[in-house]
């Protein structure tokens, strides 16, 4: 595997990987919530948001960078992070990697790569959200298994 820069001709996969990876989530973990109307409310153009989403990830002058991991030549996965120098704070911002590719440590080297270049600039803490679902058991599986230590929130949502 190999873990490289970003470059703009990969938008168009790195996109569509984000649709697919999380598209389970939103059609059948959120999709569910209160008959679909957590979805229909906050996301209703998930998709849209993506394309919008993806294409900003990666500006270096404001400190967000991306990372691509390839495999034989074909795009496993990346990940997306920035830091907030001032406070030597990181955040990795998106995880997301092709369903091909999950369980052969393809994750864990994109976010060890993100953390070997946060801790570069300076940076103390890396921040990594995610959520308390079961789409998203396997996130906090690595998380943990990366030394992250967890801090629960909760989000609640009630029909009006």
Not at 30 to 46: A, C, I, K, N, Y
Not at 90 to 105: K, P, Q, S
Request: aromatic share 10%; net charge negative.
């Amino acid at each position: 595997m190999l873990i490289r820069a970003f470059v703009r001709d990969d938008l168009v996969r790195l996109t569509e990987l984000t649709i697919d990876t999380f598209r389970p989530f939103f059609e059948d973990s959120v999709g569910t919530v209160l008959d679909g109307l957590v979805l229909g409310t906050l996301h209703p153009e998930w998709r849209d948001d993506y394309r919008t989403l993806v294409p900003a990830l990666h500006d270096p002058a404001r400190n967000k960078y991306v990372a691509v991991a390839e495999t034989a030549g074909v795009i496993a996965g990346y990940v997306a992070w920035q830091a907030d120098l001032a406070r030597r704070h990181g955040e990795i911002t998106l995880l997301a990697v092709d369903e091909r590719h999950r369980g052969a440590g393809t994750a864990t080297a994109l976010c060890e790569h993100a953390f070997a270049d946060l801790r570069g600039r300076g940076v103390r803490l890396v921040e990594i959200g995610t959520g308390g679902d079961t789409f998203h058991a396997p996130a906090r599986a690595l998380y943990e298994s990366l030394g992250c230590a967890l801090f629960p929130t909760a989000h609640y949502y009630r029909r009006l």
